[in-house]
């Protein structure tokens, strides 16, 4: 069965850093590429970024509001990819999810969600 | 960057009504167009990729439809179960961007 289950949310101070992890299992991982997705409370899908397989390089994409602050990684030998966010922002209190992508295919599994607060 | 609108942002309609929800791509994606449906409090859930190919599982109920910069997702006959937030997503290139997403209510 294929699983993703995002780690590492919490309240974090404005300026602050966090970084979510999100264990997946039941599928070959390195093959995949890993989407992270956020959701403000009340408001719409957010596409954060990605970090493609090995295959095609493992180079990573953002969207321009974290380009700059948000680093993805990965760890095929452990099956975890990583959203480290530095330099918070209020606005980036969400519901952060993280799912997998084929090369050109839609996100097809997508994790629970883990929250990130961050307020003063 | 490309843009994707959905409409109508939302939508009352009675069981057993055809429902259609249309997105919109500012640029061509060619049929690079996933739907997602989202229940109260839940995860986002695939429906339909490649603009019109349902997921395993999904009910017949839904269809997708569309090439290029106009698409639509279409549930023949609403049920109750249905109720949820759609979102259309782009995933030709970078960024993999959302509509706003349509919340579908029951009458």
């Known amino acids: 069965e294929v699983q993703l289950v995002e780690y590492g949310g919490g309240l974090v101070q404005p300026g602050g850093s966090l970084r979510l992890s999100c264990a997946a299992s039941?599928?070959?991982?390195?093959?995949?590429?890993i989407s992270w997705v956020r959701q403000a409370p009340g408001k719409g899908l957010e596409w954060v970024g990605f970090?493609?397989?090995?295959?095609?390089?493992?180079?990573?994409e953002y969207a321009a509001s974290v380009k700059g602050r948000f680093t993805i990684s990965r760890d095929d030998s452990k099956s975890v990819a990583y959203l480290q966010m530095n330099s918070l922002k209020t606005e980036d209190t969400a519901v952060y999810y993280c799912?997998?992508?084929?090369?050109?295919?839609?996100?097809?599994?997508w994790g629970q969600g883990t929250l990130v607060t961050v307020s003063s | 960057d490309i843009q994707m609108t959905q409409s109508p942002s939302s939508l009352s309609a009675s069981v057993g009504d055809r429902v259609t929800i249309t997105c919109r791509a500012s640029?061509?994606?060619?049929?690079?167009l996933a739907w997602y449906q989202q229940k109260p409090g839940k995860v986002p859930k695939l429906l339909i990729s490649a603009a019109s190919i349902l997921q395993s599982g999904v009910p017949s109920r839904f269809s997708g439809s569309g090439s290029g910069t106009d698409f639509t997702l279409t549930i023949s006959s609403l049920q109750p179960e249905d109720v949820a937030t759609y979102y259309c997503q782009k995933y030709d290139r970078v960024p993999r961007s959302f509509g706003q997403g349509t919340k579908v209510e029951i009458k």
């Open positions: 799912s997998r992508e084929y090369y050109y295919e839609a996100n097809d599994y």
């Open positions: 039941g599928f070959t991982f390195s093959d995949y590429y």
């Open positions: 970090v493609r397989s090995k295959a095609y390089g493992g180079s990573t």
């Open positions: 640029q061509g994606i060619s049929n690079y």
